[in-house]
C-alpha cells in the first residue's frame, strides 16, 4: 500500500485572546473591592444588626466601626471607578453586546436543564445563558448595591434617594440583600472555576488554547 500523498493534518495549538486586558484588571480590582467591601460591610452590619444574627469577627474588616466605614468607603469608590470603566468599555466596546446578549428564555431554560444535570458544556471565550444571566444580574445588582449604600451614607443630602428607596430602614434592607445576591454570585462563580479549573488560567493571561487543523493546500503552500 503506497502513502497518500498528503498525510493525515496534525492537530496544532494556537493560542487566541479571550480576555482583553483591561476586563482582566478590572475583574480582579472588583473582586478585590467586593472582598474589602463585603467584609468590613459584615463589620458595620454587626454593629447595628437588620436580622437576630451576627457575622463572625474572623469574616469582619476593620477591627471597630470606624475602621470598617474606613475600610467600607474606600472600597466603595475604588469599585465605582473601576466600575464605570468596565461600564463605559462594555457598553462603548461591545463587550456586553456580544458577550451576554442576546439571552433568550427558550436558551436560558435549556442551559439551566443542563447545568443541573452536570451536562453544561463549556468551551473559553463563550458564554452560555445560565452565565449570561449571572452576569447580567450582578451587574444590575452592582448598581444597586451602590445606590442603596450611597442613600443610607448620605440620607440627607441624598433624600431624594432614600425616598425612592422607600425610606431609610428599606434602602438598608435593599443595600443587604443586594449585598447577599453579589456574594451568592461569587460563591457560585468560584464553585465552577473549581469544576472547571481551566477557566482561570485565561482570567490570568488572557488566552486560552485553540486546536486547529492544516489542511493539504496550506501545508503545500508552507513546504
Known amino acids: 500500500m503506497t502513502p497518500p500523498d ?5 492537530p496544532q495549538t494556537r493560542r487566541r485572546i479571550i480576555h ?23 463589620a458595620i452590619y454587626n454593629a447595628s ?12 474588616l476593620g477591627g471597630w ?9 474606600a472600597a466603595m469608590w475604588l469599585l465605582v471607578v473601576n466600575g464605570l470603566i468596565y461600564l463605559c468599555y ?8 456580544r458577550h451576554f446578549l442576546p439571552l433568550h428564555p427558550r436558551d436560558l431554560l435549556r442551559d439551566i436543564k443542563h447545568a443541573l444535570t452536570f451536562k453544561l458544556a463549556h468551551q473559553a471565550g463563550i458564554y452560555n445563558a445560565v452565565q449570561r444571566l449571572m452576569y447580567i444580574g450582578v451587574l444590575l445588582l452592582g448598581v444597586l448595591v451602590v ?32 449585598m447577599a445576591g453579589i456574594v451568592a454570585f461569587v460563591v457560585v462563580h468560584l464553585a465552577l472555576v473549581l469544576i472547571v ?11 486560552a488554547p485553540r486546536h486547529t487543523h492544516k489542511n493539504a493546500a496550506e501545508q503545500e503552500q508552507q513546504a
Open 197 to 207: 479549573p481551566s477557566t482561570l488560567l485565561p482570567m490570568l493571561t488572557g488566552r
Open 90 to 97: 462594555g457598553v462603548l466596546g461591545g463587550h456586553f453586546r
Open 147 to 178: 445606590a442603596s449604600g450611597l442613600s443610607i451614607w448620605k440620607p440627607v443630602q441624598l433624600d431624594g434617594l432614600v425616598d425612592l428607596f422607600g425610606g431609610y430602614d428599606i434602602a438598608r434592607r435593599v443595600h443587604f440583600v443586594a
Open 65 to 73: 466601626l470606624g475602621g470598617a466605614i474606613a475600610w467600607h468607603l
Open 20 to 42: 482583553p486586558l483591561l476586563v482582566r484588571a478590572t475583574h480582579w480590582i472588583n473582586a478585590f473591592a467586593i472582598v474589602c467591601m463585603v467584609m468590613s460591610g459584615w
Open 6 to 10: 498528503h498525510p493525515l493534518p496534525s
Open 49 to 60: 444588626p437588620l436580622f437576630g444574627f451576627d457575622f463572625p469577627r474572623w469574616a469582619t
